[in-house]
């Protein structure tokens, strides 16, 4: 049966590898054709180096465009922003503003004074629509529009957009997107009323960007989406952020949605953020994220005027991005495509593989070649069920990562040439990868509304994999039921717990920058700069290297004897050796990165891992020159 299934598998693989590049097709052609950055920047900060230099607002965006901005922003102004003075007009009570009047128990309600220069059908129209019933009076100067509410009750919500900026903004030949703030005790169909008016006066009006905590228009958000449709606008979906009711507006969206990155000054303080590490991350976010709008803002901590450091970080953005080959303007959206034919017979063909090959590991104990194909038939009708059942689609996603990795590890570790065995196990890799990448690289997962299921398992289940299988083929000096029985050794107390917190480390640091160490955000910025596709640090400083070495003490150990320490330091280069490969499918498993970038990293991980895997090879065999290190390993034997 062992013939059958290397013939088998060897089919398996190269079904999944073509079938597999074929299904991403449509993907990569989109993801090529959309490569276009736009660089944003908010009207306020325009307005604020424009006065800090003195020149007239006009020619400060005239100059900022310039350099590389490609649209601006502008927001709604909440009852707090007008209270701080935000606007020209005047917000308070009714009787803050008009003293001398009586207003039969008005007096106490929200009021905002509108000048005359401002109070146009816009306004006047868009009050009515968002404050339906509120009371206009007339006023010296302007008009009085009193809201239905107290001036408290309307602190933290969407009252009317930036007078200023529509005003200065209107006129120009530049994308805008409009910031709206929450808008609790609004209804939703004056929430819509009033943001069908603001898109009717701004024909350059191209996107959305909610703010603050809570989206407009929460909990029925259908209204507001349905306008937002009708103008054909975007909803700027922003990385790392939680909003109550954002991932209902997204689904609503959908396919109208743009991922956006952006960096806040309280961030900045926090994290200790230098402008070069916000331009690397800001270059990052589009090149390894493919986030095609960047939320620039000024480098406020420093002192004034900011316009100097601002240009020189926007030029040194838009020469990386240009360097990666982005087009800098906001671009078309993704188009809206299926998984087709050719993905589903990739993501047959890898599952199959996968089994195929865990079959042939335990095939001392599964002979039947009528019980195999039963059981192949099982995985087969479940990895096709997984195109019409989502549930199905993640169980069998995930456990094709954990075990893919799992399965090109061993491939890799068990081959008698180490060169072959480390192709064969990165063809499983790709395969594997491919497949995935074929299934569920669709809209839905590449702009995040979905997301894989088997990330954490895939960097979990390797190295017990890897453990279980060595103490089943005896590669450990005792069987599992012999160490279970006996008292634990202290040694192998200290690798569990060292095996533990690595476990520990890797999950959480998984997906989670904030705790990774300056130096290694350092050397993965040096990485990003001459690389480009930067490797993974568990591939290139833990993976490969241990790999390697694994190799090394396994031929060596065909030779001397290992002492006890050895067989332990060897199972754990062993299981470490499988994060090469966890990582590289990982790789495969980012949807919403480009396909070719994925590739490229990969590559690199596995030419960079292996360079500094002979290092460590170098290394270790000048340590084994000293008797005292050597006898840690193999009892003082000449070697």
Not at 461 to 485: A, C, G, H, Q, W
Not at 562 to 573: D, E, N, V
């Amino acid at each position: 049966m062992s013939s059958f299934l290397r013939k088998l598998s060897f089919v398996l693989l190269l079904c999944a590898v073509v079938t597999g590049i074929l299904g991403l097709q449509y993907r990569f052609r989109e993801e090529m054709a959309k490569k276009d950055v736009a660089l944003l920047m908010e009207y306020s900060d325009v307005e604020i180096m424009a006065r800090q230099t003195g020149l007239d607002f006009d020619d400060m965006l005239d100059r900022l465009i310039e350099k590389g901005i490609s649209a601006i922003s502008f927001k709604d102004l909440t009852g707090a922003d007008l209270r701080d003075g935000d606007s020209p007009f005047l917000w308070g009570t009714l009787r803050d503003i008009l003293p001398e009047e009586r207003f039969n128990g008005l007096s106490g309600k929200a009021a905002l004074f509108v000048p005359l220069e401002y109070d146009d059908w816009f306004f006047r129209k868009y009050l009515h629509a968002r404050f339906p019933g509120c009371k206009v009076y007339d006023a010296p100067g302007g008009r009085v529009y009193v809201l239905p509410g107290e001036p408290k009750e309307f602190l933290e919500v969407g009252v009317v957009p930036d007078p200023e900026a529509m005003k200065r903004l209107a006129r120009l030949d530049v994308p805008l997107v409009y910031r709206p703030s929450p808008t609790f005790g609004i209804a939703s169909e004056n929430v819509a009323a009033s943001l069908d008016l603001l898109f009717a006066s701004l024909w350059r009006l191209r996107g959305v960007l909610p703010q603050e905590t809570v989206v407009f228009g929460y909990p029925d958000t259908s209204a507001v989406v349905e306008i937002m449709k009708r103008y054909d606008a975007i909803l700027l979906q922003p990385e790392f952020v939680r909003q109550i009711g954002g991932n209902t507006l997204s689904w609503q969206s959908f396919p109208n949605i743009l991922p956006l990155h952006s960096v806040t000054t309280q961030e900045v303080i926090t994290r200790n953020l230098s402008r070069p590490v916000l331009v690397e991350r800001f270059a990052r976010a589009a090149r390894e994220r493919s986030v095609r709008v960047l939320l620039l803002r000024p480098y406020d901590i420093a002192s004034a005027p900011w316009i100097d450091s601002f240009e020189e970080d926007l030029l040194s953005l838009k020469g990386l991005l240009q360097r990666d080959g982005f087009e800098i303007k906001l671009g078309e959206l993704y188009g809206s495509w299926q998984r087709n034919m050719w993905s589903v017979i990739a993501f047959l063909a890898a599952n199959l593989l996968v089994f195929a090959l865990l079959v042939s590991m335990a095939e001392e104990r599964f002979k039947s070649k009528g019980v195999f194909l039963k059981a192949a038939a099982v995985i087969a009708a479940l990895a096709l069920g997984a195109n019409y059942a989502s549930f199905l689609a993640r169980i069998m996603g995930a456990m094709l990562a954990a075990f893919g990795a799992s399965v090109a590890t061993v491939a890799a570790l068990e081959d008698k040439k180490p060169f072959y065995g480390l192709l064969k196990g990165m063809a499983l890799v790709l395969a594997v990868g491919l497949a995935l990448s074929s299934f569920f690289g669709t809209p839905h997962y590449m702009l995040r509304l979905l997301t894989f299921s088997g990330v954490k398992a895939t960097l979990a289940l390797p190295p017990i994999f890897v453990l279980l299988y060595d103490m089943t083929k005896r590669r450990y000096p005792e069987s599992p039921i012999n160490v279970l029985k006996r008292p634990p050794l202290w040694g192998e107390l200290l690798l569990l717990l060292f095996l533990i917190a690595a476990a520990a480390v890797l999950l959480i640091r998984s997906g989670n920058v904030s705790f990774v160490p300056k130096w290694e955000v350092a050397l993965r910025d040096a990485f990003e700069r001459y690389l480009v596709a930067r490797p993974r640090n568990k591939e290139i400083f833990v993976g490969y290297p241990a790999l390697w070495l694994a190799l090394l003490i396994g031929v060596m150990k065909s030779k001397y004897s290992l002492t006890r320490f050895g067989h332990q330091i060897h199972l754990l280069l062993r299981m470490a050796s499988s994060l090469a490969f966890a990582s590289a499918v990982n790789s495969f498993c980012h949807f919403h990165t480009r396909i070719y970038f994925i590739c490229w990293r990969v590559f690199n991980g596995l030419w960079v891992g292996s360079l500094f895997g002979l290092i460590a090879i170098g290394v270790f065999l000048l340590a084994l020159r000293a008797k005292a290190f050597r006898r840690l390993f193999f009892g003082g034997e000449g070697i």
